[in-house]
Structures are given as structure tokens and as C-alpha cells.
């Protein structure tokens, strides 16, 4: 059964960059599209960007400059930054496979504060 | 504002039909998929595509697409399908993925 976990800081600064891994066990990166998706407290899902198992990405245009996802077969990790972050980045951070959307982790809760 | 729109709330009574929608341009031409989630919880894929039930999904659940609205239809709703509802597809240009702002479902 394959399952996703996120990991990371909890808490940042302001103008930090947030940096989150994903672990996928029980299968493999090959052939699947690697999302990940934030939620912040209280609201709505909102799509960050993609990245192929063979290394192409997509991102939402909001975010685009400040972010990038990588993979790493090697060690079965996804990895998302966001550089510059503000109180708006304050969310809970999925990892997710596929597309459509068929897996995704139980998210890692991240808090922008001063 | 996001490209798809959904009621942010709505309720049925037990046991009856409730139909929920996403509207949007992009559903022209990208199908919808729809998430559940329940409060605490991370979502849960409900239908896919077209009208595609993942495994474990009741049949209760499912989905159509007339122009640009794609609906989510639960078939005598039980007390256990009450949570929140996204849609989720291609923009406009298809380049990455949008969701819809969700829909409260209470089942009274």
C-alpha cells in the first residue's frame, strides 16, 4: 500500500524559505504526476504545482516565482520550497500523486510568525 | 478568484438526492474530479475523470459534465457523506490544476 509522508519545519519567519520532503513508501516515483496542494486553517484547497517522475514541473502562476518541486528516485522523496514566505503561506502542505489526485498524505502543518 | 465556482453550502435530508456543482469554463474541455473531506482529515478522491469510483467509493457516488457545469451527485445521502466537497480540473490554458472553493454538505 503506498503511502506519502511530509515532513518539515512547523514554524518560520517571515522571508524564510519553507522547505518540505515527501517520502513515498510501498511504491514507486516512475510514471506519476507528484502534486503538492496547501490548505490554510479554515479554507479552501489551493494547487501549488507538479512534478513529473522524470523531472518536469508545473506551477500555479501565483507561485511561480517563488517555488520549486524536485524529485529524487533514489531515495522515493518529492521536495517543495517557497522562498519569501509571509503569514499568508500559513497552511497545511499535502503531497499528493497522481493525476487526478489519487493519494495523498495527511499534510504537515505550517506556521509563518514573527 | 478561482476559475471553478461552487456553492459554498448546502444540505439534504437523509436518505434523499443531493446534487452538487462546479461551475466553469475550462469544464468545456477538462473533465472534474471531486474530493470529500471530513473535518481533521486529509481528502479523499470520491470520483475521477468522467464518472470514475476509486476502489472503496459507494456507488451512491457520482459524477457528470453538461457544458461547463460538472456535477457531484450523492444518491440517498447518509449521515457519514457529510463533510466537504472540491471539485478539481484543468484552467483555462490546462497547464496546472485549479480547485473549486468547496461546498459544506450537511446531512440533516
Known amino acids: 500500500q503506498v503511502q506519502l509522508q511530509e515532513s518539515g519545519p512547523g514554524l518560520l519567519k517571515p522571508s524564510e524559505t519553507l522547505s518540505l520532503t515527501c517520502t513515498v513508501s510501498?511504491?514507486?516515483?516512475?510514471?506519476?504526476?507528484w502534486s503538492w496542494i496547501r490548505q490554510p486553517p479554515g479554507k479552501g484547497l489551493e494547487w501549488i504545482g507538479y512534478?513529473?517522475?522524470?523531472?518536469?514541473?508545473k506551477y500555479t502562476p501565483s507561485f511561480k516565482s517563488r517555488v520549486s518541486i524536485s524529485i529524487d528516485t533514489s531515495k522515493n522523496q518529492i521536495s517543495l520550497n517557497l522562498t519569501s514566505v509571509t503569514a499568508a503561506d500559513t497552511a497545511r502542505y499535502y503531497c499528493?500523486?497522481?493525476?487526478?489526485?489519487?493519494?495523498w498524505g495527511h499534510g504537515t502543518m505550517v506556521t509563518v510568525s514573527s | 478568484s478561482s476559475e471553478l465556482t461552487q456553492d459554498p453550502a448546502m444540505s439534504v435530508a437523509l436518505g434523499q438526492t443531493v446534487r452538487i456543482t462546479c461551475q466553469g469554463d475550462?469544464?468545456?474541455?477538462?473533465?472534474a474530479s471531486w474530493y470529500q473531506q471530513k473535518p481533521g482529515q486529509a481528502p479523499v478522491p470520491v470520483i475521477f475523470?468522467?464518472?470514475t469510483r476509486p476502489s472503496g467509493i459507494p456507488d451512491r457516488f457520482s459524477g457528470s459534465t453538461s457544458g461547463n457545469t460538472a456535477s457531484l451527485t450523492i444518491s440517498g445521502a447518509q449521515a457519514e457523506d457529510e463533510a466537504d466537497y472540491y471539485c478539481?480540473?484543468?484552467?483555462?490554458?490546462?497547464?496546472?490544476?485549479?480547485f473549486g472553493g468547496g461546498t459544506k454538505l450537511t446531512v440533516l
Open positions: 512534478i513529473y517522475y522524470s523531472g518536469g514541473t
Open positions: 475523470a468522467k464518472n
Open positions: 510501498g511504491g514507486s516515483l516512475s510514471y506519476y504526476y
Open positions: 478539481n480540473s484543468r484552467d483555462s490554458s490546462g497547464n496546472y490544476r485549479v
Open positions: 499528493v500523486r497522481g493525476e487526478p489526485h489519487d493519494i
Open positions: 475550462t469544464l468545456r474541455t477538462h473533465f
